[in-house]
């Protein structure tokens, strides 16, 4: 059976998603690719594979269209309160966007984890490009991460070094809300470079940070309502894009817009 066809499946399947059995049967009066989900004995939906321009999985039931079964399943899966989580994540980016504070923050790096900057962009709530520089990480650069963002050490040799930079990026965050995708990574790599520069910079920049950090990641998964039977929550969405500063701060402001 060609794992690609689904037109070749079987008319029973027990496939896992996040670690969770669910039970895959054909309605005996088609051959069509049609199944109806269930988990243990509770039905959860009827999913179609389909070929098309939206995606292959069609959940007719809440009218989406998923390109993978494992996503279909999740989205049969998400709590009855989800309804009331993506009207509370509307009012939160509503409410973000209004703020005439925000900034919107991406950090590309070194690598995946205790990473150094090679590319910070910063733009304001309508996207315009407020600080946009590459940064001579005084480091090496994984092979995962210039395959990313397709920065290599050559090009960033003469690039300005963070502590050049620090003053212009300080007097931009000081006292504003800033947004980012995963801001809990994005701030830690500015940590990390901070605590490697000299006390006294150290000190400055103490008195410029942002007035506060906010987050989009967890609000756009409950957004999205794929749900992790694993983890007990709504999985992480990848924000999509390229692996480029101002471009994805671009492309979160856009995000935020739609789930408005």
């Known amino acids: 059976m060609d794992p690609d066809d689904v037109t070749q499946w079987d008319h029973w399947l027990d496939h896992l998603v996040d670690g969770a059995p669910v039970q895959l049967v054909r309605p005996s009066d088609t051959d069509r690719p049609t199944w109806a989900a269930y988990e243990e004995t509770r039905y959860l939906g009827t999913v179609h594979g389909?070929?098309?321009?939206?995606?292959?999985?069609?959940?007719q039931s809440l009218n989406e269209r998923h390109l993978n079964l494992?996503?279909?399943?999740?989205?049969?899966?998400?709590?009855?309160?989800?309804?009331?989580?993506?009207?509370?994540?509307?009012?939160?980016?509503?409410?973000?966007?209004?703020?005439?504070?925000?900034?919107?923050?991406?950090?590309?790096?070194?690598?995946?984890?205790?990473?150094?900057?090679?590319?910070?962009?910063?733009?304001?709530?309508?996207?315009?490009?407020?600080?946009?520089?590459?940064?001579?990480?005084?480091?090496?650069?994984?092979?995962?991460?210039?395959?990313?963002?397709?920065?290599?050490?050559?090009?960033?040799?003469?690039?300005p070094t963070f502590d050049t930079l620090l003053p212009d990026l300080a007097h931009l965050l000081a006292n504003r809300c800033c947004l980012a995708y995963n801001a809990d990574f994005d701030r830690a790599v500015l940590e990390r470079e901070i605590h490697r520069l000299p006390q006294l910079a150290r000190t400055n920049w103490a008195t410029l940070h942002p007035r506060t950090w906010t987050d989009a990641m967890a609000p756009y998964a409950a957004w999205k309502g794929l749900w992790s039977a694993r983890h007990c929550s709504y999985r992480y969405q990848p924000l999509g894009g390229i692996y480029e500063a101002v471009t994805n701060c671009r492309r979160l402001l856009s995000t935020m817009r739609h789930m408005c």
């Open 70 to 159: 494992d996503d279909a399943v999740r989205a049969l899966r998400r709590p009855a309160t989800w309804a009331a989580d993506r009207e509370r994540v509307r009012r939160w980016a509503r409410n973000t966007l209004s703020d005439p504070r925000l900034l919107v923050l991406d950090i590309q790096t070194t690598g995946l984890d205790t990473a150094w900057a090679v590319q910070i962009g910063v733009t304001d709530r309508d996207g315009n490009a407020l600080f946009d520089e590459l940064v001579n990480p005084l480091a090496d650069i994984t092979p995962e991460a210039t395959a990313l963002h397709g920065l290599a050490p050559n090009q960033l040799a003469s690039a």
């Open 50 to 59: 389909q070929f098309d321009f939206d995606g292959r999985w069609h959940v």
